[in-house]
């Protein structure tokens, strides 16, 4: 399973990827004393129209069709976790990422050391390319580092090593439709999170690409990667960079017709399918451009392996109530 916007492990050339590694150890938990919970926004739940049918989205994604679907009360992160968080729980852990026990990780190619650059590549998205030796502490390759974005959101994450965190943290990682309503910000069918106007009053609103894509950005929106964790205004919920910036793991396995079945299953407190071999990521990256890959709208989706990690791929979390 792979995409231009998710590139997945599995996607690149077979020279590229070691022996899969070990599944990752158990780890504890954070502190008892910690509230897990502080800072979380509340998400009072209840009825929402789910998906959308954009006349330019994706349908073979299975954005549509646009359904209710009623939720229970629920918590979410305002932002996405950080390196400084992440770094609290690899300290307290010993944790060691999906990246990190392969050996490599996806680079765009724009910052990517191509000194570490190794034999493999992603079909129809060259842009991506396979780093030895990049991982959350190092982005680009293994010569960079995070010192100066402590509060950029952590990336080169897996699915895996996003629920790892989240299990640790006490909570746990949103279902796809959690993450949808809190995204809406409580707005009906609006196209993105404040709104259907993509910069309103010339503002922007979101870290996505702009210039042509893959060769020239021009970072108007003041960042030409990853941006801080509270950049931007937040959404009517108070979630910060619910599209752009990174894009972000739900609990659910992915399909794109599951949810399209009558069924109670898909319309109250959904978790998705039950088997699958992929993991569902939502909100769109600052690699978006609307040339190729318009997935910051808040129907849009994608999946990727549990596995696969990237330079734009990160996570926040949730909890029940």
């Not at 150890?25 to 897990?36: E, I």
């Not at 090593?161 to 069918?189: C, F």
Request: hydrophobic residues 35%.
């Amino acid at each position: 399973m792979t995409s231009c916007c998710s590139p997945g492990r599995g996607s690149a050339d077979h020279r590229a990827t070691p022996a899969p590694p070990a599944p990752p150890a158990p780890v504890r938990r954070g502190d008892p004393a910690d509230d897990p919970v502080k800072g979380m926004v509340g998400i009072p739940g209840g009825t929402f129209l789910m998906g959308g049918e954009d006349p330019d989205g994706w349908a073979a994604d299975g954005e549509g069709p646009i359904r209710e679907v009623t939720l229970s009360p629920f918590l979410i992160d305002p932002v996405c976790v950080t390196n400084a968080k992440f770094a609290t729980f690899v300290k307290a852990t010993g944790y060691v990422t999906d990246a990190e026990r392969f050996g490599w990780s996806f680079v765009f190619h724009h910052v990517a050391d191509r000194r570490h650059v190794i034999d493999g590549h992603v079909p129809g998205a060259p842009w991506w390319l396979a780093v030895a030796g990049a991982t959350w502490r190092s982005p680009e390759g293994p010569e960079s580092g995070i010192t100066s974005r402590q509060n950029h959101p952590v990336v080169h994450v897996s699915w895996n090593d996003a629920a790892a965190y989240a299990a640790w943290a006490g909570k746990r990682l949103p279902t796809e439709a959690e993450w949808e309503m809190a995204a809406r910000g409580g707005l009906v069918r609006a196209r993105y999170p404040w709104g259907n106007e993509l910069t309103p009053r010339g503002r922007h609103r979101c870290n996505i690409w702009q210039g042509r894509f893959p060769q020239v950005n021009t970072a108007e929106d003041g960042y030409a990667g990853t941006a801080p964790v509270k950049s931007f205004a937040p959404n009517g919920y108070g979630l910060y960079n619910a599209s752009g910036n990174v894009w972000e793991w739900c609990a659910d396995r992915w399909s794109t017709d599951w949810h399209v079945a009558e069924s109670p299953r898909t319309r109250i407190d959904p978790q998705g399918p039950p088997a699958g071999d992929g993991r569902v990521l939502r909100g769109g990256s600052y690699l978006c451009h609307d040339s190729y890959c318009n997935r910051y709208r808040v129907a849009a989706r994608t999946g990727n392996t549990p596995d696969s990690s990237s330079g734009h791929t990160g996570f926040r979390c949730a909890a029940s109530r």
